[in-house]
Nanobody
């Protein structure tokens, strides 16, 4: 069974750092885009950062210059280094992987990890 599992969330003071990781298991095919999203209660998940198989990155304006996304295709993992965290960065962070299956692209989503940034 294919699944994504996030780790690295927690409680941190403003100005601190966290490194999130997303590990895939049970996925046999190549992964195109890997992305990190943030979910806030009552709102739809919003893109935080993404990285293509070719290494092209895309960041939401709120995270530019503070967040760095990376990937390891051999390990099928994606990481998000978050520095200079702000209270508004609080939310559930989850990863999405777009997998190139023989039937076409399929998106897998993790359960998420809570990030809480205190004043």
């Amino acid at each position: 069974q294919a699944q994504l599992v996030e780790s690295g969330g927690g409680l941190v003071q403003a100005g601190g750092s966290l490194r999130l990781s997303c590990a895939a298991s049970g996925i046999r095919f190549s992964i195109d885009t890997m992305g990190w999203y943030r979910q806030i209660p009552g709102k739809q998940g919003e893109l935080v950062a993404s990285i293509t198989r070719g290494g092209t990155t895309n960041y939401a304006d709120s995270g530019k210059a503070r967040f760095t996304i990376s990937r390891d295709d051999g390990e099928k993992t994606a990481s998000l280094q978050m520095n200079s965290l702000k209270p508004e960065d609080t939310g559930v962070y989850y990863c999405n992987f777009d997998v190139n299956t023989p039937a076409g692209s399929r998106r897998y989503r993790g359960q998420g990890t809570q990030v809480t940034v205190s004043e």
